[in-house]
């Protein structure tokens, strides 16, 4: 009778610590509460972020190209990651940045400092869909077959984590994380690893994921294209117009127009939403511009840039491809372009809907709910990136969720409050 008592208090407790918690007090500070977009572009005031103990810049890792790069792309042919190593034996914490950004890219830094700070390992890598992985490392000549990414990442991180104990790092449980896109890989390659079984991840961490990856870039391209935004002749004229108003504001001096100051000044001038909209919606056009251009010069081929012409040469100016890659959104490159050669190469007959499964985290919603806790899902109840379908589907898939009530497309993750409770929830349980 005792161990029956006993059996059903510990179910209780369970079901009381898996219970959705409230965290519209949390960040009561947060200046952007009100504008998604706003809180998108210009994320978290300095004040307000983690203070560290000690900043520290990452030792890098190279993973070099086992194929033959193309003179043009040969800038990229190695892909670097970074590496954070406690001196005594600790948790591995493994971070994947999201679309475009590298592994020392400024929030992955951030990030890896807030949990190196709290005595992890830590190694970082840059996105699959950066000119250093799809040039150095994609198994493929157009990049962003997300199976093969996964799946080929996932090697990658195996082989340099066992790389990196031979080299004195001692570990104890690994977890994987991301942010974005990142986010979305990291769930994949954690159900990966429940079968493959190269790295033994305990938890994954998905920091502001879209639930589906083709949903999300129709609504960022939709940001250029209701505003407006077609090609490059009228992303020249508008880009020309925001210049001129952050040339012409008074406020803004010579000495704070430098990179670390960018988030100040674009929130100091008049630019609205609808501005901020057509910046996120151009930086997410760079990288199908990128994957289109890259995917040429490997075939040797294209009709989209190339336009039957050779294949520049390494000194070749690349302007005026780049300029009409930004005519490519990632909707008509992943449906006009991967999808086919995907079936023509893989010698497959996928239809479009099977081959959009491979970008939706429903695809994987039977590992997702097997794993209840293991599985943290933090994101914003404004996030930019998701529609209310998809925030139905998280309710209903994930039990250990938290979603803050505002802060956008990532920008509430530099949060001093919210880089603790990352860490803390990856801590629950007494898992570290």
Do not use: C
């Amino acid at each position: 009778m005792k161990k029956i008592i006993l059996s059903i208090i510990t179910v209780l407790f369970s079901m009381l610590s898996m219970a959705e918690k409230d965290y519209s007090d949390l960040v009561k500070d947060y200046p952007y509460k009100d504008s998604a977009i706003r809180a998108t572009v210009l994320g978290t005031p300095k004040d307000q972020m983690y203070v560290f103990k000690k900043a520290k810049g990452p030792k890098v890792g190279v993973v070099k190209s086992n194929k033959k790069v193309p003179d043009v792309l040969r800038q990229w042919k190695n892909y670097e990651y970074g590496i954070w190593t406690q001196k005594k034996r600790a948790p591995l914490m493994i971070i994947i940045s999201g679309t475009g950004s590298l592994y020392n890219g400024t929030y992955a830094l951030y990030m890896a400092n807030v949990f190196y700070d709290r005595g992890y390992n830590v190694l970082t890598f840059s996105s699959t869909s950066t000119l250093p992985y799809i040039v150095s490392q994609s198994t493929n000549s157009y990049s962003g077959n997300m199976t093969d990414d996964v799946s080929n990442l996932y090697d990658i991180i195996a082989k340099e984590i066992k790389k990196q104990k031979e080299n004195g790092m001692e570990v104890s449980n690994t977890y994987i994380g991301g942010f974005s896109l990142g986010g979305f890989q990291s769930l994949k390659i954690h159900e990966l690893d429940s079968k493959q079984k190269k790295i033994n991840i305990k938890k994954s961490l998905l920091l502001n994921t879209p639930v589906d990856i083709l949903t999300s870039s129709k609504i960022l391209d939709n940001y250029l294209v209701k505003n407006g935004i077609y090609d490059a002749s009228t992303l020249e004229k508008y880009l020309d117009n925001i210049f001129k108003k952050i040339l012409f504001d008074n406020s803004i001096q010579i000495k704070d127009m430098n990179s670390e100051n960018i988030q100040n000044i674009l929130g100091r001038t008049e630019l609205g939403d609808k501005d901020l909209e057509v910046m996120i919606g151009l930086l997410f056009r760079f990288y199908s511009a990128n994957m289109t251009f890259s995917g040429e010069v490997f075939e040797g081929s294209g009709d989209r840039l190339l336009k039957g012409k050779d294949v520049p040469k390494r000194f070749d100016s690349l302007t005026d491809y780049f300029l009409e890659g930004l005519s490519i959104s990632y909707a008509e490159y992943s449906r006009d372009i991967l999808f086919p050669y995907i079936n023509k190469t893989k010698k497959t007959n996928l239809s479009y809907d099977e081959f959009k499964e491979m970008f939706s985290l429903k695809s994987s919603d039977a590992f997702i709910k097997a794993q209840g806790n293991n599985i943290i899902y933090l994101t914003s109840a404004d996030d930019i990136l998701m529609t209310k379908d998809d925030f139905k589907y998280v309710n209903s898939s994930f039990s250990n969720k938290v979603i803050i009530p505002y802060g956008g497309h990532t920008g509430i993750l530099w949060h001093k409050e919210i880089s603790k409770l990352m860490v803390d929830k990856i801590e629950e349980g007494g898992t570290k």
